[in-house]
């Protein structure tokens, strides 16, 4: 798994008590590679053994404010990264009235706003923060959670504006971000994923019209993803793939 990688390497998982961040912390530490999983969430780790291993850097932080990017940066130290995978995203927010919308009339706003910046500039915004450590000539790999429904091509049933939106914006954004750090980092490698409906609560209001055989558990999206990664190279750089293995197109 993540052949890529060096010995020893330092992996960053943001949103590390969601359903697939914390899966994917838990696939990681099956790997004998890996040196340091920093794991970032906004409350304290949860995991499933009371104790959580040595090899687990935990760092309490808000990602969405700049406060937050600032508290990670401090923590890493300009340390290099060399696989950072953004599992943060929203959907539907009950306290702040967010719900997929499923007609232009349904638009608002503030929902539109913070649906954004959340999935879109967020990222974006964590990865500029992190900049130090991810240029350079180490292998550095960007995952950073996408959904099919951000691919304009692909768009055949409409709705859900405010979400279909920002993944369509993040995906220009990791595609922009690619060509950029390239030129920092030869070994560079940004990648969209998406993941397939999972069980967690982002998609859990959305489960009953999921066939039981399209409703992936975290672990199986975690090892899925971290496959399709294994088997991306540099020239992969500014793409989007789905848990299968297939590309999207934008």
């Known amino acids: 798994m993540l052949a890529h990688l060096p010995e020893n390497f330092t992996a960053v998982v943001i949103g590390a008590n969601g359903g697939i961040g914390n899966a994917v912390i838990r696939t990681l530490l099956t790997d004998t590679h890996v040196g340091k999983v920093v794991a970032v969430s906004r409350s304290p780790l949860s995991f499933q053994d009371s104790l959580i291993p040595h090899s687990i850097e935990t760092v309490h932080a808000d990602i969405t404010t700049e406060t937050g990017r600032k508290a990670l940066c401090e923590q890493l130290n300009k340390r290099p990264v060399h696989l950072l995978f953004n599992a943060i995203g929203t959907l539907h927010d009950d306290t702040r009235n967010v719900q997929p919308e499923k007609r232009l009339e349904h638009l608002d706003e503030s929902s539109f706003a913070h649906v954004m910046h959340v999935n879109a500039a967020t990222p974006a915004l964590l990865i500029a923060a992190l900049k130090s450590s991810l240029q350079g000539k180490h292998p550095s790999i960007i995952a950073s959670l996408s959904a099919r429904v951000g ?80 088997k991306r190279t540099p020239e992969d750089t500014g793409s989007f793939w789905d848990w299968a293995g297939e590309p999207i197109e934008w």
């Open 151 to 230: 691919s304009i091509g692909d768009n055949g049933h409409g709705g859900w504006y405010s979400y279909r939106a920002s993944k369509a914006a993040h995906n220009m954004l990791m595609k922009t971000i690619s060509i950029e750090l390239t030129r920092l980092n030869k070994q560079s490698i940004v990648l969209c994923l998406h993941p397939g409906t999972t069980d967690t609560s982002l998609s859990k209001p959305f489960q009953a019209r999921v066939p039981s055989e399209k409703l992936f558990t975290p672990d199986f999206v975690a090892q899925q993803l971290l496959s399709v990664i294994s």
